[in-house]
């Protein structure tokens, strides 16, 4: 399907995305949710330092990771570059309520799982309670549970909007109420401000386009390439698909399809590769929205005999075992931990009023993953 096509059709297919996803999901996926969690909360139990601390440890760690393993004349230069890491840590207060409304846009996808439960972890680090609900990509379902954290008169609220304009009025009531919101994984960096959002987490959809780019370029610097999005109008992956298409242009690659998926579902996801193959029998390489997409990618190109490199984004447990296999080429795995720690940190200071004014937009930066390290 076309992406005009797919987008004229978005809404009502995200109307009864809770359905298709529980009809449709394989059991291998929710295997993955598992393992990404397991090894996510293995890393942190591991890890002496803070949430915080280790956000910006990591960070510093994985900008010399990508130079490393690209071994190229520059490094990404992108707009993510430009704001900053972490915020402050602040000082835990005795006694201050702290209750934390997590609005997980779809459960489906292992890293935003992980992201959860680090966030989790955080709040209880800091004396809050956490309530943590997910919308399974569904736009209706996380305005209604918004209303529901409302009602529970909660201290903050952290959300990557599954439809941005959705949660206007909500916002709106939030402010009345007093309650800060924090965009979690959903803000772009160096673009304005979001109406209604305290501070904005940026999860690294530019960095991701850039170093997967950059690792195709350098295994085969002419590649022709595709594109596949998702067709639901979420403003995020929408600009990663754009990023995607300029990085790989500027880095000398050759463009020559984008084919969204309709759903965040393995059979929605390899029509849209059947489609990229039938169209462009000969690409040599396709950039995923997330890394379900490129396993299910994978799956396709390998029964269809084509040797593609295909890359994908979040770093999940079965895409580096695909990569250690040689049947992926790479993902970008963002760097989970800091996105959720992150923005429970914001809300703290913001109900504590601490570290004010908090910067505008953060960019945890995340690490991209090859054959040469699929277990970093």
Wanted: hydrophobic share 45%; aromatic share 8%; net charge neutral.
């Amino acid at each position: 399907m076309t992406r005009a096509a797919a987008r004229a059709g978005a809404w009502r297919r995200m109307r009864s995305a809770v359905r298709d996803t529980r009809k449709n999901l394989r059991v291998t996926v929710w295997c993955a949710v598992a393992a990404a969690l397991a090894l996510g909360l293995a890393a942190c139990a591991s890890g002496s330092a803070s949430s915080g601390s280790a956000g910006a440890t990591g960070s510093a760690s994985a900008t010399a990771s990508n130079a490393s393993l690209l071994q190229l004349q520059g490094t990404y230069t992108g707009p993510e570059t430009d704001v900053p890491n972490t915020y402050a840590n602040p000082t835990v207060k005795p006694g201050t309520k702290f209750v934390v409304g997590w609005l997980n846009p779809n459960g489906v996808v292992p890293g935003l799982n992980a992201e959860q439960q680090y966030a989790q972890q955080e709040t209880a680090k800091l004396g809050g309670t956490f309530i943590a609900m997910n919308a399974n990509a569904s736009i209706t379902l996380q305005v209604s549970q918004f209303n529901d954290l409302l009602a529970e008169h909660v201290s903050a609220i952290m959300v990557n909007p599954n439809d941005v304009g959705s949660l206007t009025p909500d916002l709106k009531q939030a402010a009345a109420a007093h309650i800060p919101v924090i965009s979690v994984s959903g803000a772009i960096a160096g673009q304005p401000a979001w109406a209604g959002y305290e501070t904005n987490l940026v999860q690294g959809e530019d960095q991701a386009a850039y170093y997967n780019a950059a690792a195709v370029a350098k295994a085969d610097p002419h590649a022709t390439f595709a594109v596949m999005g998702y067709a639901a109008p979420i403003p995020v992956l929408e600009y990663w698909a754009q990023r995607a298409k300029y990085w790989g242009e500027k880095l000398g690659l050759h463009f020559v399809d984008e084919t969204d998926t309709t759903a965040t579902t393995p059979s929605a996801q390899a029509t849209a590769m059947s489609a990229i193959l039938a169209r462009d029998p000969n690409v040599q390489a396709v950039f995923c929205f997330n890394d379900e997409a490129a396993e299910s990618a994978v799956s396709v190109a390998r029964q269809a005999g084509k040797h593609v490199l295909v890359s994908g984004t979040e770093g999940d447990t079965t895409a580096r075992q695909l990569i250690k296999a040689g049947e992926m080429f790479s993902t970008f795995a963002f760097n989970w931990q800091a996105l959720g720690a992150q923005a429970v940190i914001a809300g703290y200071d913001l109900v504590t009023h601490q570290q004010l004014p908090l910067p505008v937009t953060i960019a945890a930066l995340g690490t991209l993953v090859t054959k040469a390290n699929p277990g970093v």
